[in-house]
């Protein structure tokens, strides 16, 4: 069997923070399809061994941590684990919370912060460790930001900001890596309306048809998307697909940021 047909991310090692569901779940299982030995990280223990379980029962190789992406010391933790497989050469940054449907005005410092702590302290944290681990032997690593870091929408203030960080924290990082000639990839994925529990809130809070119909209307291509459809998107970037793309934001989108 030659390399490529055992995958292509065969051999490599992979961090995915916020792994237990959604995009980073969708993710995990793809890059462990394809050949890659993979730790899978978030707070959410229960779900997240039961997406390890099944990894590892579909004939892959994963293992499970507890960590909190806005934690310096457990990002530490979480490399020593990963660094068992072998080195960590793939990084996806995607762990994300969205918790506020509230007008600048009335949104609480505790509430921004909350925000920042974990879409932009815990991808600068993995940013960080990431290229530690990595200048050496090489790498990849994809951020998760959203359309929303690109476009702007009313009552997601924080949350735009902190994901709008992640997009130029990623350029900052791309550039910062080339001038020192790490050979360290870093980009960007901007999802639209995708299916996962993140999406399941807001339809929770504004109900199912008022807020799919908003959502379909808005995109061009008129469905929602997959989680599969962003771990499409982060394998080809961080696979040898991906090998002269750094700095780049790619909208996986249904055409929303297109118009
Ligand atoms: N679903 C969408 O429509 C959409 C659109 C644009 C961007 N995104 C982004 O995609 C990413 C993944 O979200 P999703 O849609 O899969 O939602 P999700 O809620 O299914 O997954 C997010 C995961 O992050 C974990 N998490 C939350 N706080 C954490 C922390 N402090 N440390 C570690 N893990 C933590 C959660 O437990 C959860 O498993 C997020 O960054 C989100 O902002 C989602």
């Given at each position: 069997?030659?390399?490529?047909?055992?995958?292509?991310?065969?051999?490599?090692?992979?961090?995915?923070?916020?792994?237990?569901?959604?995009?980073?779940?969708?993710?995990?299982?793809?890059?462990?399809?394809?050949?890659?030995?993979?730790?899978?990280?978030?707070?959410?223990?229960?779900?997240?061994?039961?997406?390890?379980?099944?990894?590892?029962?579909?004939?892959?190789?994963?293992?499970?941590?507890?960590?909190?992406?806005?934690?310096?010391?457990?990002?530490?933790?979480?490399?020593?684990?990963?660094?068992?497989?072998?080195?960590?050469?793939?990084?996806?940054?995607?762990?994300?919370?969205?918790?506020?449907?509230?007008?600048?005005?009335?949104?609480?410092?505790?509430?921004?912060?909350?925000?920042?702590?974990?879409?932009?302290?815990?991808?600068?944290?993995?940013?960080?460790?990431?290229i530690r681990?990595m200048k050496q032997?090489?790498?990849?690593?994809?951020?998760?930001?959203?359309?929303?870091?690109?476009?702007?929408?009313?009552?997601?203030?924080?949350?735009?900001?902190?994901?709008?960080?992640?997009?130029?924290?990623?350029?900052?990082?791309?550039?910062?890596?080339?001038?020192?000639?790490y050979?360290i990839?870093?980009?960007?994925?901007?999802?639209?309306?995708?299916?996962?529990?993140?999406?399941?809130?807001?339809?929770?809070?504004?109900?199912?048809?008022?807020?799919?119909?908003?959502?379909?209307?808005?995109?061009?291509?008129?469905?929602?998307?997959?989680?599969?459809?962003?771990?499409?998107?982060?394998?080809?970037?961080?696979?040898?697909?991906?090998?002269?793309?750094?700095?780049?934001?790619?909208?996986?989108?249904?055409?929303?940021?297109?118009?």
């Amino acid at each position: 069997m030659s390399d490529s047909d055992k995958g292509r991310v065969a051999g490599k090692v992979a961090i995915v923070t916020g792994g237990s569901s959604g995009i980073g779940r969708a993710t995990a299982e793809l890059l462990a399809a394809e050949g890659a030995a993979v730790l899978v990280t978030d707070v959410a223990v229960e779900s997240g061994q039961a997406v390890v379980e099944g990894i590892n029962a579909a004939g892959g190789k994963a293992a499970f941590l507890h960590h909190d992406v806005a934690d310096e010391a457990q990002w530490e933790a979480a490399f020593a684990r990963a660094a068992e497989f072998g080195p960590v050469s793939i990084l996806f940054n995607n762990a994300g919370v969205r918790t506020e449907t509230t007008p600048l005005e009335n949104v609480t410092l505790a509430d921004w912060q909350a925000h920042m702590a974990i879409n932009m302290d815990g991808v600068f944290l993995g940013i960080k460790h990431g290229i530690r681990a990595m200048k050496q032997s090489g790498g990849a690593i994809v951020n998760t930001s959203s359309i929303y870091g690109i476009a702007g929408a009313s009552m997601i203030g924080a949350y735009s900001a902190s994901k709008g960080g992640v997009r130029t924290l990623t350029k900052a990082a791309a550039m910062e890596c080339t001038s020192l000639r790490y050979p360290i990839r870093i980009n960007s994925v901007h999802p639209g309306f995708i299916e996962t529990g993140m999406l399941d809130t807001v339809v929770e809070e504004f109900g199912e048809s008022f807020i799919k119909k908003r959502m379909i209307s808005a995109t061009p291509l008129g469905r929602i998307g997959e989680a599969r459809d962003i771990a499409e998107g982060v394998l080809y970037l961080v696979a040898d697909s991906g090998k002269f793309v750094t700095g780049v934001e790619l909208p996986i989108d249904g055409g929303f940021l297109a118009r």
